[in-house]
């Protein structure tokens, strides 16, 4: 296995702490529900359409269509939206068919949150209201943990999502620590958060990552 480049990163920081644990915390970006299908419903003007919990899979010979049921949120008609079309039996793995014929949940829940199946099949995902930050680890907590904590100069956050909610990281930061957006700025300037390489405060996350919340002066 090649080594995570976060890893050696996290390594060299370390290393430049002179044995300095870091304290770790844990976010939760935890799903409170499954995101709206936008789309044009043909018999109304609403576009929001709610996953249906099903599945229809049909054989035509050899071939397999999969298609996930979507009720629109106006009028309850339900939509199709095709998952997968005319794949060989032969190329369908036995276990995964099975479990499209009993709309297992996790599998609904993975194609309704799928970004790459939203674009194939050109339509949006609304994610509104579907998520809350859990954290119980406000700047000024870590702020005051210094006093008495030593280990508290070099937070280490972890945020896990139990869907891929698209969140802004700014937004997430400023939720999560209880900042203004002009002092995550600040203290991402400052080199007091310090992101993974790769993210920018100004994009989206919408899968696990991890950042740090150095206090530099505690270390030299
Ligand atoms: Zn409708």
């Given at each position: 296995m090649t080594p995570d480049p976060a890893d050696s990163r996290l390594t060299e920081i370390h290393?430049?702490?002179n044995q300095q644990i870091a304290r770790k915390s844990l976010w939760t970006v935890r799903g409170l529900?499954?995101?709206?299908?936008?789309?044009?419903?043909?018999?109304c003007s609403?576009?929001?359409?709610?996953?249906?919990g099903?599945?229809?899979v049909n054989a035509n010979g050899k071939l397999l269509d999969v298609w996930l049921l979507v009720l629109c949120a106006g009028c309850g008609r339900t939509s199709k939206v095709p998952v997968h079309e005319r794949v060989h039996?032969?190329?369908?793995?036995?276990?995964r068919r099975a479990a499209f014929e009993d709309n297992d949940a996790a599998l609904v829940r993975e194609a309704v949150c799928s970004a790459a199946l939203a674009e194939r099949r050109r339509y949006g995902l609304d994610w509104?209201?579907?998520?809350?930050?859990?954290?119980?680890?406000p700047f000024a907590s870590l702020d005051?943990?210094?006093?008495?904590?030593?280990?508290?100069?070099?937070t280490e956050i972890l945020v896990g999502f139990e869907l891929p909610v698209p969140v802004r990281l700014e937004r997430l930061l400023m939720e999560g620590l209880r900042l203004s957006r002009g002092r995550v700025r600040a203290l991402i300037d400052e080199g007091?958060?310090?992101?993974?390489a790769g993210l920018r405060v100004s994009g989206k996350v919408s899968a696990d990552f991890g950042f740090r919340v150095v206090f530099s002066s505690e270390l030299s």
């Open positions: 290393s430049s702490m529900g499954l995101p709206a299908v936008v789309r044009a419903c043909p018999d609403c576009t929001r359409h709610l996953a249906s099903k599945f229809r039996v032969r190329d369908f793995d036995d276990a509104t209201g579907t998520w809350a930050l859990d954290t119980d680890m005051r943990d210094l006093r008495t904590d030593p280990a508290a100069a070099n007091v958060i310090r992101l993974p």
